[in-house]
């Protein structure tokens, strides 16, 4: 089992920068893919980026590529999430989740969960 705690939220305004964080418990950190989604009011939950077991293949959601780069360090059992040229459609709740399977947007297969970390851009 993997506990998730996320950090780095906050606001900032357009145009801006921030780095989201993600601390996994236990030792099987690196046997799992580890992903950003973002849910904003009203909307489902969505694909951010995700990275592979080993940190050699990433995906990421064409809305924030280029802009957006997912990072991880199985030596310290974090990810990292980071995001620039911040635009308000980013505005969320950032969650952190760990798969088997890097490549796959849907949430179902995404076994764990982060409690989330809200990101404002303001215009």
């Known amino acids: 089992q993997v506990q998730l705690v996320e950090s780095g939220g906050g606001l900032v305004q357009d145009g801006g920068s921030l780095r989201l964080s993600c601390a996994a418990s236990?030792?099987?950190?690196?046997?799992?893919?580890m992903g950003w989604f973002r849910q904003a009011p009203g909307k489902e939950r969505e694909f951010v980026a995700s990275i592979s077991q080993d940190g050699d293949s990433t995906d990421c959601a064409d809305s924030v590529k280029g802009r957006f780069t997912i990072s991880r360090d199985n030596t310290k059992n974090t990810v990292a999430l980071q995001m620039n040229s911040l635009r308000p459609e980013d505005t969320a709740v950032y969650y952190c989740?760990?798969?088997?399977?890097?490549?796959?947007?849907?949430?179902?297969?995404?076994?764990?969960w982060g409690q989330g970390t809200q990101v404002t851009v303001s215009s």
């Open positions: 236990g030792r099987t950190f690196r046997w799992y893919a």
């Open positions: 989740a760990a798969s088997m399977f890097y490549y796959v947007h849907s949430t179902a297969p995404w076994n764990y």
